[in-house]
């Protein structure tokens, strides 16, 4: 199985975003899975420009010359593909949303309806990876994250892929915090990390006990904003 990780952070290797997508495709490679991570920040990816040229003058090909075309070909090899990305305004990166965006070429024009009767686009290739979802979030909640179950579960639906992992992790800025105190807190939330990469590549979805321990908080939420609300009273202050 190969794997291939669209990470939509700006900070790179340095985001939380990567702590958890390093633990999940350690996890996935111990399973024997092929992995590869590409962050879409190093890429030159412009915006889509609406013209349709992908499905009419060029079927199947972007008209603008940029890393788009290299990504879309490791993105059609996969078996699965994660949408990698911290929540910026509930939602995914502009950075993440511009890639998305130039997957269009993926599918063809014409509609057709889904087993459900609602319509959709055809799909152009007959292989289409499947889909998981790897986001952090500075709030503590899990439920930050229902715009992106729901955008998620609509493009998988939309691709005729389908959504085998969600993993989102609210208090997400935990994750880099150098503290003796988190430290095995954070080892152990790893470990479930790993746990997921493992299933997915193995059995092509999580379990149910993975998914429970992956929504645990990893602190109380209220100690957790009260840390954060503390480190910005800090950060304001050395202004
Ligand atoms: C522009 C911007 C918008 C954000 N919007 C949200 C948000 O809507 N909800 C939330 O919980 N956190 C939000 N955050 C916090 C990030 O999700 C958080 O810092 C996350 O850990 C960043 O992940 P990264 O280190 O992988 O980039 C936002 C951060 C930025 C910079």
Not at 95 to 124: N, S
Request: with cysteine; proline share 5%; aromatic share 10%.
């Amino acid at each position: 199985m190969k794997i291939v990780v669209f990470n939509g952070s700006p900070r790179m290797e340095k985001g939380n975003t990567h702590v958890m997508v390093e633990a999940f495709l350690e996890g996935a490679a111990s399973a024997g899975a092929e992995v590869e991570n590409v962050f879409l920040f190093r890429k030159k990816i412009r915006p889509c420009l609406g013209c349709f040229d992908c499905w009419l003058k060029t079927p199947g090909k972007c008209m603008q010359k940029d890393d788009m075309e290299g990504l879309l070909s490791l993105f059609r090899d996969a078996d699965l593909i994660v949408f990698a990305t911290p929540l910026y305004v509930d939602n995914v990166t502009g950075i993440m949303k511009t890639f998305m965006d130039r997957i269009i070429p993926l599918i063809e024009p014409y509609f057709e309806k889904d087993p459900q009767g609602e319509y959709r686009h055809r799909k152009r290739y007959q292989k289409i990876p499947k889909i998981a979802v790897i986001s952090n979030c500075g709030f503590a909640e899990q439920s930050h994250f229902q715009v992106l179950n729901l955008l998620f579960k609509r493009v998988a639906r939309n691709m005729q892929s389908e959504l085998v992992a969600e993993i989102y992790r609210g208090a997400g800025e935990l994750l880099k915090l150098d503290m003796p105190m988190l430290k095995p807190l954070i080892d152990a939330y790893r470990d479930v990390l790993k746990k997921a990469g493992r299933e997915v590549a193995a059995d092509g979805k999580l379990s149910d006990d993975t998914k429970a321990e992956l929504d645990k908080p990893i602190v109380p939420h209220d100690m957790y904003m009260d840390g954060a609300n503390k480190y910005w009273d800090k950060l304001l202050s050395a202004v």
